[in-house]
């Protein structure tokens, strides 16, 4: 069964893992062509985020919508649409950059696997490099040939969860390239960084959490770095913040 959406609704989800709660009534609409950063310090939950948008976690309460469909009235066709950037690249060393593509094309089950692997490395810019071992590589190649491994399958939603962790300049350059080209296709990309001078520019929308609340972002004309600061300042400062306001500022 084919399964398609044009918007990522979650609608007041919490998480909680025991007596711990990771995620507090989290509200948040992300629309194909966007580019959405979750923003926020260690622990604040974008990674339990990441994990439930994915359905790798089912939320404690709330719900996550593809289009006006939940995860579970979906079932396994969701997975073919979706496209997950780890902190585990998902890559075996042991073998090629061709051959690690070719593999999970084949669990994809995609047609003409050469072609798409053959212009997954050139997107890359590992062409070259196709046919030597994974061990080999730096962490920079890695990173890209781990997004091509995430993408081979064309997913309407990719989650990264901080894709600029070692990259190099050039590296980083060609991921936020690769990233504008996929919102112009039209897919839904969130992604969760510390990295605010590569993701100034690059963000439709800025979601900062904090204590796995969301919380409301300025629509000033500061920097993103600035107006992130300000953001956690106010909450530090604030003795409760509100629990269910979605983020919903611009860079400029």
């Known amino acids: ?42 622990g604040a939950g974008k990674s339990t985020l990441l994990a439930i948008l994915s359905t790798l976690l089912a939320p404690s309460s709330g719900v996550v919508r593809y289009g006006t469909t939940d995860a579970r009235a979906a079932g396994p066709a969701l997975r073919s649409r979706l496209g997950l950037l780890g902190h585990d690249l998902y890559l075996y060393p042991e073998l090629t950059a061709r051959e690690n593509l070719e593999f999970f094309a084949r669990l994809y089950g995609l047609e003409g696997p050469r072609d798409r692997v053959s212009q997954a490395l050139a997107s890359a810019g590992l062409a070259e490099r196709a046919d030597d071992m994974v061990s080999g590589f730096s ?40 990233l ?42 500061a920097s993103l770095r600035d107006r992130y600061r300000e953001t956690i300042q ?16 611009r860079p400029s």
């Open 234 to 249: 106010a909450a530090t400062r604030t003795a409760e913040t509100t629990p269910d306001v979605a983020s919903v500022g």
């Open 139 to 178: 962490r920079g190649m890695r990173q890209r040939l781990a997004l091509e491994r995430a993408l081979l399958h064309a997913p309407r939603l990719l989650l990264l969860d901080e894709p600029f962790t070692g990259l190099d300049d050039a590296s980083g350059q060609a991921l936020l390239k690769r």
């Open 1 to 42: 069964m084919s399964f398609d959406f044009d918007r990522l609704v979650v609608d007041d989800v919490s998480r909680n893992f025991g007596r711990r709660r990771a995620l507090t009534r989290v509200s948040l609409t992300c629309l194909g062509g966007e580019i959405v950063g979750l923003l926020g310090p260690n």
């Open 180 to 221: 504008r080209g996929l919102r112009r296709e039209g897919a839904i990309v969130v992604v969760a960084t510390h990295d605010l001078d590569l993701a100034e520019g690059l963000l439709d929308k800025v979601a900062v959490l904090r204590d796995g609340r969301l919380l409301q972002v300025s629509d000033s004309t």
